[in-house]
């Protein structure tokens, strides 16, 4: 019996050897990811009925930045990886321009009618009603919500395709990423979880070819803040 467990043990060990710096860095992003979701993601605060409020959204959004930027990076910067690498620069602006705005003008059509679903409503905005009140106020959340799309994308569109790709290569970083980045969105709208399937892989793809996390993060934005708006728009909330 103590044999086996030994062997068992042996191999656990085995597999973080061969997995070396690898290894680090998914248990890293496991237990991120995990912490992530019970402390900063909005699926939890509305499986808990939390009311929506500036305040519950600022405070998701700063658990966003320590655990999907601040620590993945404090780890890039400990093993030298390069942050160019992982996406922070310009990148192909002639690409990646022209691209985020015709994806980003198509998601809004989308996103108007999906704006009146009573689900969408339900749990967008983060930050209830406030972002609607004035001008000032729904730029104020578009710059504060932008810290949030800047983390999520660094995380699983710079860090995560950074790690996996020269191990895996790039087809198998991009499901993979895509594959870890579905769950984050549990227990918001069904329509949400689904939809975040191909977005995992177009945002993917846009980092990729545009070589740079600006694109990607700036289509995101736009998708969460047509959201907002819309839904805002169809409750009588957006500047009333």
Known sequence: MFSALLTLLTDTFELFKKGGKLSVYLVAAL???TAYWYLGSP?????GAVPRSIGAAAINIGWSVLLLFVVPALLMLVFGDSFKEAGLRLGDVRFGLPATLVASLIAAV????????PQ???TYPWAGAWPGRS????LAWTMLYGLYYISFEFFFRGF???VLKPVWG???AIWVQTLISVPIHFGKPVIEVLGAIPLGIIFALLAVRSRSLLWPILFHLAIGISTDIFSLYHQGLLLP
């Open 135 to 138: 001008i000032l106020t729904l």
């Open 43 to 47: 699926g939890p605060q509305i499986i």
């Open 110 to 117: 989308l996103l108007y009618t999906a704006g009146s679903f």
């Open 170 to 172: 790039l087809t198998a």
């Open 31 to 33: 237990i991120l990811q």
């Open 120 to 122: 969408i409503q339900a």
């Open 160 to 162: 995560m395709l950074r």
